[in-house]
């Protein structure tokens, strides 16, 4: 009901007394069965004849209170529209045994706010309803991914940060940008047992048609280098990349490939067929996937300050 009379004077004396009133042509009251009837509709019920006739006039009957149902998030949301969403959880440290940060004076982890990130953009909308969405900021901390067991780890353990990024109230599914059925965990980082990914991936796509670069930002506005769910693999002599990240044009010196504009790798030394004890520090921008019941409160959706509230 896109918009219902909460407070109608007639028709609640009319339900309590059952007394008749006469409204436009004709119009029926009755205490145990209300009805309506009028030249100017063809409904009987009234709920649904008062709103054929809200859909006709386009506005609230003078004097009387209305409110705005909640409208399905894919019947109304387009590409590029922002919306407000909150993640649940507060906190976050990856755990030491997967990203290979220990907590030690060389590599301690820092803990993610993932609620910190709340604002986000529709990149795409899926054939069963559901809604693809990324977050506008990339997060504050950086998340370090240390040595041989970083690297073997890395996609599984970004897809894991990625999930503490949800609100079971509206998020279907989550993902690292850049995610899309690659080995999430490998044994040896040789190649025919962890291949190397592809940057033509469809995220960057999509993060690029709306926001013309995957380049992001702290909330603050510091410019902030990203992880991206890519092993570039064997990159030279002694250099294997572990991830994938962002960068601003002017850091980066170089450009990871042309559906990742400003890209650029992490790098770990590969000394005597082993990777030597570094650690690479990235931050993370999730993508969710909005469930398909999910209904809008307010809001249009054009700018931040006017983003979708969800009911």
């Given at each position: 009901?896109?918009?219902?009379?909460?407070?109608?004077?007639?028709?609640?004396?009319?339900?309590?007394?059952?007394?008749?009133?006469?409204?436009?042509?004709?119009?029926?009251?009755?205490?145990k069965?209300?009805?309506?009837?009028?030249?100017?509709?063809?409904?009987?019920?009234?709920?649904?004849?008062?709103?054929?006739?809200?859909?006709?006039?386009?506005?609230?009957?003078?004097?009387?209170?209305?409110?705005?149902?909640?409208?399905?998030?894919?019947?109304?949301?387009?590409?590029?529209?922002?919306?407000?969403?909150?993640?649940?959880?507060?906190?976050?440290?990856?755990?030491?045994?997967?990203?290979?940060?220990?907590?030690?004076?060389?590599?301690?982890?820092?803990?993610?706010?993932?609620?910190?990130?709340?604002?986000?953009?529709?990149?795409?909308?899926?054939?069963?309803?559901?809604?693809?969405?990324?977050?506008?900021?990339?997060?504050?901390?950086?998340?370090?991914?240390?040595?041989?067991?970083?690297?073997?780890?890395?996609?599984?353990?970004?897809?894991?940060?990625?999930?503490?990024?949800?609100?079971?109230?509206?998020?279907?599914r989550?993902?690292?940008?850049?995610?899309?059925?690659?080995?999430e965990?490998?044994?040896?980082?040789?190649?025919?047992?962890?291949?190397?990914?592809?940057?033509?991936?469809?995220d960057?796509?999509?993060?690029?048609?709306?926001?013309?670069?995957?380049?992001?930002?702290?909330?603050?506005?510091t410019?902030?280098?990203?992880?991206?769910?890519?092993?570039?693999?064997?990159?030279?002599?002694?250099?294997?990349?572990?991830?994938?990240?962002?960068?601003?044009?002017?850091?980066?010196?170089?450009?990871?490939?042309?559906?990742?504009?400003?890209?650029?790798?992490?790098?770990?030394?590969?000394?005597?067929?082993?990777?030597?004890d570094?650690?690479?520090?990235?931050?993370?921008?999730?993508?969710?996937?909005?469930?398909?019941?999910?209904?809008?409160?307010?809001?249009?959706?054009?700018?931040?300050?006017?983003?979708?509230?969800?009911?």
């Amino acid at each position: 009901m896109k918009k219902r009379i909460k407070q109608i004077i007639g028709v609640i004396i009319g339900i309590i007394i059952g007394i008749s009133t006469t409204v436009g042509a004709t119009t029926i009251f009755n205490s145990k069965d209300i009805t309506y009837s009028s030249d100017k509709t063809t409904k009987t019920n009234v709920k649904d004849s008062l709103d054929e006739l809200y859909n006709k006039t386009g506005k609230c009957p003078k004097g009387q209170y209305c409110y705005t149902a909640p409208v399905a998030l894919s019947d109304k949301v387009e590409l590029g529209d922002y919306i407000r969403m909150t993640p649940t959880s507060t906190s976050y440290t990856p755990p030491g045994e997967l990203t290979g940060c220990m907590n030690d004076a060389n590599c301690t982890q820092n803990t993610l706010n993932p609620s910190e990130l709340n604002l986000w953009r529709v990149i795409r909308k899926n054939e069963d309803g559901t809604v693809d969405v990324i977050s506008v900021y990339a997060s504050s901390n950086r998340i370090y991914l240390r040595g041989k067991v970083g690297y073997l780890n890395a996609i599984g353990v970004l897809n894991i940060i990625a999930a503490q990024y949800t609100n079971e109230k509206y998020v279907a599914r989550t993902r690292n940008i850049g995610y899309k059925n690659q080995m999430e965990y490998c044994t040896s980082y040789e190649e025919s047992s962890c291949p190397k990914d592809s940057l033509e991936g469809e995220d960057f796509k999509l993060v690029n048609k709306i926001f013309g670069s995957v380049i992001a930002t702290t909330m603050s506005g510091t410019m902030q280098r990203y992880w991206h769910s890519i092993r570039r693999g064997y990159l030279g002599e002694n250099d294997w990349g572990p991830g994938q990240f962002a960068y601003t044009l002017e850091t980066l010196g170089g450009d990871g490939g042309s559906s990742c504009t400003h890209c650029g790798y992490m790098a770990m030394k590969l000394v005597d067929g082993e990777l030597v004890d570094r650690r690479m520090e990235g931050g993370i921008r999730p993508v969710l996937t909005l469930e398909s019941s999910v209904k809008l409160k307010n809001g249009d959706g054009k700018s931040e300050s006017t983003a979708y509230i969800l009911d």
